[in-house]
């Protein structure tokens, strides 16, 4: 099974966290309904506008403007690296900031296509420094991001230090990030429901993942799971 743009777009239309997407040029492609809950903007207002122009996020405690310049996210992409978590505050759409936790996560840049960068967020309390998708805290904007690529190449291999998932594993996770029930990956594998269990469990386990989508999402951004 071929894992597509298409379909992290379906898993995350109605994930609990927050998700837009973009492309290189900063125009926003994607926006699930959380992202609208939090910042109130509705996806027909955000879709095809540059997302600058609508959040103009500051990094958390400062007053620069995290985008000037170019996003942050997608000059790491273009530098071949994973981009860093952060804190950051967005403009919503009564004009005030909310302080949100932000993942970005790379997907596409596999056979010709352009990389997608999906900014995966949800609100942070005052004081709290977790993110609330896996469970890691959220280092500064200007902390480095990991080398997963040589220049001029966009990431398509597994980052250094990446967990080591089996062939298996990586199989059964392909399966469920298209949304595959338990029962039907095991006739498609031809295993036991019970084997497929443990194997989720497994690469749940290596890659600190409280959830099935945690692990998903995970994959994708230390390119464990390319997109095609």
């Not at 290189?24 to 992202?35: G, K, P, S």
């Given at each position: 099974m071929s894992l597509t743009t298409d379909s992290i777009f379906a898993v995350l239309a109605a994930a609990t966290f927050g998700a837009y997407g973009v492309s290189?040029?900063?125009?926003?492609?994607?926006?699930?309904?959380?992202?609208?809950?939090?910042?109130?903007?509705?996806?027909?207002?955000m879709l095809g506008?540059?997302?600058?122009?609508?959040?103009?996020?500051?990094?958390?405690?400062?007053?620069?403007?995290?985008c000037e310049g170019g996003c942050p996210a997608i000059q790491d992409l273009i530098a071949g690296s994973v981009p860093s978590q952060t804190s950051t505050a967005m403009i919503t759409s009564t004009g005030d900031r909310k302080l949100v936790s932000l993942t970005p996560v790379v997907i596409g840049g596999m056979g010709g296509g352009d990389p997608i960068v999906l900014h995966l967020f949800t609100e942070e309390a005052a004081g709290t420094r977790s993110d609330g998708l896996s469970g890691a805290t959220p280092v500064e904007a200007t902390a480095p991001s990991r080398r997963i690529a040589t220049e001029g190449h966009f990431a398509g291999t597994a980052a250094?230090?990446?967990?080591?998932?089996?062939?298996?594993?990586?199989?059964?996770?392909?399966?469920?990030?298209?949304?595959?029930?338990?029962?039907?990956?095991?006739?498609?594998?031809?295993?036991?429901?019970?084997?497929?269990?443990?194997?989720?469990?497994?690469?749940?386990?290596?890659?600190?993942?409280?959830?099935?989508?945690?692990?998903?999402?995970?994959?994708?951004?230390?390119?464990?799971?390319?997109?095609?």
């Open positions: 290189l040029d900063q125009t926003i492609v994607f926006w699930n309904r959380e992202a609208e809950r939090i910042l109130g903007y509705t996806s027909q207002e506008r540059h997302c600058y122009e609508a959040l103009s996020g500051v990094v958390s405690g400062g007053d620069q403007a995290q250094s230090g990446a967990p080591r998932l089996t062939s298996r594993e990586v199989e059964v996770l392909r399966l469920v990030s298209g949304g595959w029930d338990t029962p039907r990956i095991a006739n498609e594998l031809n295993i036991s429901p019970h084997t497929v269990l443990n194997h989720i469990r497994h690469f749940r386990r290596k890659l600190d993942a409280p959830t099935k989508l945690d692990a998903v999402v995970t994959a994708i951004r230390l390119g464990i799971l390319p997109i095609d």
